[in-house]
């Protein structure tokens, strides 16, 4: 039992890890784009999320890139987002 219990802390801590290495390439990524880029950008990683769970989508993405949920929305509907093919 305690084998198991040691897998399953071990497995968790590297689930951890994982996640905060996606979390700062997923920051990287964006702040290396333009205003066009980053709405793309954002608008794909939404509907990835929502493929998995459409509930709190856009409030993952943006505990994900360090971002308020407002300036997803906004991403989200922005100007540049439609005239760029969206």
Do not use: C, H, W
């Amino acid at each position: 039992m305690s084998i198991m219990l040691e897998s399953f802390r071990a497995t968790t801590a590297e689930i951890q890890v994982m996640k905060a290495q996606q979390k700062g390439q997923a920051i990287a990524i964006y702040n290396g784009m333009t205003g066009g880029g980053k709405s793309r950008y954002v608008s794909k990683l939404v509907e990835i999320e929502a493929a998995q769970e459409p509930r709190g989508a856009q409030s993952r993405v943006a505990d994900m890139l360090d971002l308020s949920e407002g300036r997803i929305s906004q991403l989200l509907t922005s100007e540049k987002n439609r005239k760029n093919g969206r």
